[in-house]
């Protein structure tokens, strides 16, 4: 199982951006799927999560809701997480991860795409 996490960048107070991860080895559509970050000297955090097709499960933490959106393209085996109205606070490596329905620990893990937001 490989989950390759992309698309950071640098962006001004108040942009857009938008996250990928490809998963191989596993079907994004039967797994529940989930962004985390880690802010240089703070602990990870998740910040959505996205249940497996037929969970109706969707999550946000507060602080990103109505500005981050989570989803998958089943057809490209792609989770995405649609950032706007981004903040110098939301500097961070984000993480895409995921683990089959019913466990509550997530086993699979991307490699980090570092997303920085200036002022």
């Known amino acids: 199982v490989q989950l390759q996490a992309s698309g950071g960048g640098l962006v001004q107070d108040g942009g857009s951006l938008r996250l990928s991860c490809v998963a191989s080895?596993?079907?994004?559509?039967?797994?529940?799927m989930a962004w985390f970050r880690q802010a240089p000297g703070k602990e990870r955090e998740v910040v959505a999560v996205l249940g497996w097709s037929g969970s109706g499960v969707t999550t946000y933490a507060d602080s990103v809701k109505g500005r981050f959106t989570i989803f998958r393209d089943s057809a490209k085996n792609t989770m995405h997480l649609q950032m706007s109205s981004l903040q110098p606070e939301d500097t961070a490596v984000y993480f895409c991860?995921?683990?089959?329905?019913?466990?509550?620990?997530?086993?699979?893990w991307g490699q980090g795409t570092l997303v920085t937001v200036s002022s």
């Open positions: 991860a995921a683990t089959p329905p019913g466990s509550s620990k997530y086993v699979y």
């Open positions: 080895g596993l079907t994004v559509s039967r797994y529940s």
